[in-house]
C-alpha cells in the first residue's frame, strides 16, 4: 500500500489564504545598540587590530615569496624590450622569448664557468696571505704605532691564524656544515623559481597586463594601460641602460687588471660587470672585491687600484649615467639616493636593483596622476 506524500502548505499559496497561521511573536525588538557607546567602539577597533595583525603576519611569513615575484615582474619587464626587438626581427613571441632566454642563461653559465673557479682560489690565497701583508703593513712606521696602540694588525693576524690553521673558514662563516647545504639549496631554489616566474611572465606578459586591465573600469582603463605601459617600457630602458653602464664598467676592470697585472683579469672583468649592473651600491662591492684582490698581490697595488676605482665611479656617475639614462628615466639624484637607500634597507642588494625603476614609475605616477589633479583643484 503506497503512503500519500504530506501536502505542504505555505502561506499565501492556495485558495484558502483566510485560514493561514499568524506568525508566531518573537518578542519586542530591543533598543538598537549605540554605536556612540566606548564599548562598541573598543570592541570594533580591537577586532580591526586582530585581523590587521594576523594578515600582516600572514604577509610577513610569505614575503620571500612575494619578493621572488617582484623580482620575476621586474625581470620579465626588464627583458620585455629585447622581445619586442626579436618579435621586429619576425619571431613570433614565444621563440623571441627562447632567443632571450638562451641568451640569459648562455651569460651565467659563462659568469659561472669564468668566475666562480678564479674567486674561490683568490679567496683562499688571500686568507693564505693575509698574516704576511698584515706583519708587511707594520714596516709603516704610522700604521705600527697605531698597532703598539690598539693592537688592531696583532688581533687580526691572530683570527686569521686561526681560522687558517683550523681550515674551517668558509664552513663557520655560513654557520657550520648544515648552514653550508641549507644556504646552497635555498639558493637554489630561489633561482630555479625566479627563472620559471620570469619565464612564464616574460612568455604571457600581454596577456597578463590585458587581464590586469580588466579590473580597471571601462572609462579609466585607456588611461591606466597607457601608464601601465609607460611604466613597463621605463623598467626595460632602465634594464637595457644599467646594462650598457656595467658593459663599460667590466671593460675599465679589464684594462684596470691588465695594467696593474692582476690574475685572472676576465674574471675581475665578469665580476665588475655584475656589480656594475647594481646601481648605486653594486660599485661598493666592485671596488671592496677588486682591491681585496689586489691586497693579496701587495698592499702598493690595493691602493692603486682602490684609487683608480674611484676616479672612474666618479666619471661614470657624473659623465656616463648622465647620457646614458637621460632617455630611459629622468629621476632627480637626490630621489635615486633616498629611493636606492630604502631599497637597500628594506630587501637588501635586492631592493637596491628594484628601488630605482620603481621609483621611477612612482614620479610618472605623479606626473600624470596627481599632479593634474592639484591644478585643476
Given amino acids: 500500500m503506497a503512503l500519500k506524500k504530506p501536502r505542504l502548505h505555505f502561506p499565501g499559496m492556495g485558495s484558502d489564504t483566510s485560514q493561514a497561521p499568524e506568525p508566531e511573536s518573537m518578542g519586542i525588538p530591543g533598543v538598537p545598540v549605540d554605536r556612540a557607546h566606548p564599548f562598541y567602539f573598543?570592541?570594533?577597533?580591537?577586532?580591526?587590530?586582530?585581523?590587521?595583525i594576523t594578515v600582516l603576519r600572514a604577509l610577513a611569513s610569505a614575503s620571500q615569496v612575494f619578493v621572488l615575484i617582484v623580482i620575476s615582474l621586474f625581470l620579465a619587464a626588464g627583458l620585455n624590450p629585447s622581445v619586442e626587438f626579436f618579435r621586429r626581427k619576425g619571431l613570433k613571441r614565444p621563440q623571441a622569448v627562447l632567443a632571450v632566454v638562451t641568451t640569459v642563461l648562455i651569460f651565467v653559465g659563462v659568469f659561472a664557468a669564468v668566475v666562480i673557479p678564479p674567486a674561490v682560489t683568490q679567496v683562499n690565497h688571500l686568507f693564505k696571505n693575509a698574516p704576511s701583508i698584515l706583519q708587511h703593513l707594520k714596516s709603516n712606521s704610522y700604521i705600527n704605532s697605531l698597532n703598539k696602540h690598539y693592537g688592531i694588525i696583532d688581533s687580526l693576524q691572530l683570527k686569521f691564524s686561526t681560522a687558517i690553521h683550523n681550515g674551517q673558514y668558509v664552513v663557520n662563516a655560513f654557520g657550520g656544515v648544515i648552514g653550508?647545504?641549507?644556504a646552497f639549496v635555498s639558493g637554489a631554489v630561489a633561482a630555479l623559481t625566479v627563472l620559471v616566474l620570469t619565464l612564464y611572465f616574460l612568455a604571457t606578459l600581454p596577456t597578463v597586463t590585458g587581464v590586469a586591465y580588466r579590473f580597471v573600469p571601462a572609462s579609466r582603463r585607456e588611461r591606466v594601460s597607457k601608464i601601465t605601459d609607460a611604466i613597463i617600457l621605463r623598467i626595460g630602458g632602465f634594464v637595457s641602460g644599467q646594462a650598457t653602464v656595467a658593459f663599460i664598467a667590466s671593460i675599465f676592470g679589464l684594462i684596470l687588471a691588465l695594467s696593474v697585472g692582476l690574475p685572472y683579469p676576465?674574471?675581475?672583468a665578469l665580476l665588475v660587470f655584475v656589480c656594475g649592473a647594481i646601481p648605486l651600491i653594486g660599485h661598493l662591492l666592485g671596488i671592496t672585491s677588486v682591491t681585496l684582490i689586489a691586497l693579496s698581490k701587495s698592499p702598493t697595488d690595493?691602493?692603486?687600484c682602490l684609487v683608480i676605482y674611484l676616479v672612474y665611479i666618479q666619471i661614470?656617475?657624473?659623465i656616463i649615467m648622465p647620457r646614458i639614462m637621460r632617455k630611459s628615466l629622468s629621476i632627480p639624484g637626490v630621489v635615486t639616493i633616498i629611493a636606492a637607500l630604502i631599497g637597500v634597507s628594506l630587501l637588501g642588494i635586492?631592493?637596491?636593483?628594484?628601488?630605482?625603476p620603481i621609483a621611477a614609475a612612482v614620479l610618472l605616477i605623479i606626473d600624470e596622476v596627481v599632479f593634474p589633479k592639484a591644478d585643476l583643484s
Fill in 302 to 304: 690595493a691602493i692603486v
Fill in 266 to 268: 676576465s674574471a675581475i
Fill in 180 to 182: 653550508v647545504g641549507r
Fill in 316 to 318: 661614470e656617475n657624473y
Fill in 42 to 52: 573598543g570592541f570594533l577597533a580591537a577586532t580591526g587590530a586582530v585581523i590587521a
Fill in 350 to 356: 635586492v631592493g637596491g636593483i628594484l628601488a630605482v
